[in-house]
């Protein structure tokens, strides 16, 4: 069971004045002996308790905390150095250079520095030079070593610290980016197969009676996608279910793009494939290349219903080049929120490819390159 800070606090002062007493009671407390040789247990103990009340401050208010303990250890000193009383300054001393402010560390820093040279001159002036050596040795123990443990504890900390929200961040950033990766999925099979279907199945249904080979070839490609969107939706939870990450669901090809030309089609474009076959391509760019076809496609049935469209794919020495071109069109236009072309340009720049889509005279134009 882990204690509250304070609950803690009280039972380690409390340990430290129980020592104190035992040490007093033995004997065992001199570091430096009395000046007249018989001073009163009675002060020592109320010096040993001021210094523990002092120490009880020691997380809350450092500060006062040595402000306590050094009026304490003052007069401690004045009697005769002790060793609770010192013990409970060490202990005070460590634990505000440890949790107290930047500045009240350097402070703490620069004290005990001075401290050390200023009573080690200060032996060397009044006495030999190896009595100033084994007091400098002395405070140095007492002063420097509790405060540079605690400099060297603290830093530790700090880095820890550093590193672990280094960590969340790179915890957040690659949820982040796995958010937008299965968002930018989900857009592409929605975006592109439904839509063709609620296009087509509106196609069906504006018919007139009489012409059932129509309705027919409109019905099947209904279906294909409705098939389609279900196995990609499938292949998606799979990844999003498998024990090893998957770069990318491996369930469309750039060499199936003559099913979105026949989709495209049923749904009312005038549309022609060129280079239907452009080979075996990396993954990410098969993919890649795959769903943006798909989309322009999409955004043209939307955007431009009726309107002569090309696709062209051609693979170049380095380079995989995808071009979709549709006539711009009067009259009403599918809404759309942007999010397409957002989904295109990303999927290009995953695979380190260009991508520009825009007007080029009465056309709309979408390119990309992909390296090979």
């Known amino acids: 069971m882990q204690l509250r800070p304070n609950r803690r606090d009280a039972l380690i002062v409390g340990a430290f004045f129980a020592v104190g007493l035992v040490a007093y009671g033995l004997g065992l407390d001199r570091v430096t002996g009395d000046r007249d040789g018989h001073t009163p247990m009675g002060v020592r103990v109320a010096v040993l308790a001021v210094a523990c009340a002092g120490q009880l401050l020691r997380h809350r208010a450092p500060v006062a905390a040595l402000g306590v303990v050094g009026v304490a250890a003052a007069a401690d000193f004045h009697l005769g150095l002790s060793m609770p009383v010192l013990m409970v300054g060490i202990d005070v001393l460590f634990v505000a250079t440890l949790d107290g402010s930047r500045g009240l560390r350097q402070?703490?820093?620069?004290?005990?520095?001075?401290?050390?040279?200023?009573v080690t001159a200060a032996v060397a002036a009044i006495g030999?030079?190896?009595?100033?050596?084994?007091?400098?040795?002395?405070?140095?123990?007492?002063?420097?070593?509790?405060?540079?443990?605690?400099?060297?504890?603290?830093?530790?900390?700090?880095?820890?610290?550093?590193?672990?929200?280094?960590?969340?961040?790179?915890?957040?950033?690659?949820?982040?980016?796995?958010?937008?990766?299965m968002a930018r999925d989900l857009h592409d099979v929605v975006a592109g197969h439904m839509s063709a279907i609620a296009i087509q199945s509106e196609a069906v249904l504006s018919l007139r009676s009489g012409d059932p080979e129509t309705a027919r070839a409109v019905?099947?490609?209904?279906?294909?996608?409705?098939?389609?969107?279900?196995?990609?939706?499938?292949?998606?939870?799979d990844v999003l279910r498998a024990d090893?990450?998957?770069?990318?669901?491996v369930a469309v090809r750039l060499a199936d793009a003559g099913r979105l030309v026949e989709s495209a089609a049923a749904a009312g474009l005038d549309v022609e494939l060129r280079g239907a076959d452009p080979g075996e391509l990396p993954v990410g760019v098969d993919v890649a290349a795959y769903r943006i076809v798909q989309e322009a496609l999409t955004n043209a049935v939307k955007h431009a219903p009726g309107a002569r469209t090309s696709v062209a794919l051609e693979r170049q020495v380095m380079r995989l080049v995808v071009v979709v071109r549709n006539d711009v069109v009067d009259g009403p236009r599918g809404t759309g929120t942007g999010t397409g072309l957002v989904s295109m340009a990303e999927r290009a720049h995953l695979v380190g490819g260009v991508f520009s889509a825009g007007l080029d005279g009465a056309e709309w134009v979408v390119r990309a390159e992909f390296p090979l």
């Open 244 to 249: 090893e990450p998957v770069d990318e669901p």
């Open 107 to 118: 402070v703490l820093v620069g004290l005990v520095a001075a401290a050390t040279v200023g």
């Open 128 to 181: 030999d030079w190896r009595l100033s050596f084994y007091t400098g040795l002395q405070v140095f123990s007492l002063l420097v070593v509790p405060v540079w443990w605690a400099t060297n504890v603290r830093r530790h900390r700090e880095s820890a610290e550093q590193v672990a929200r280094i960590a969340e961040l790179d915890r957040r950033a690659a949820v982040n980016a796995e958010r937008n990766r």
């Open 219 to 237: 019905l099947k490609s209904v279906r294909e996608n409705s098939v389609r969107a279900l196995a990609e939706m499938r292949t998606m939870i």
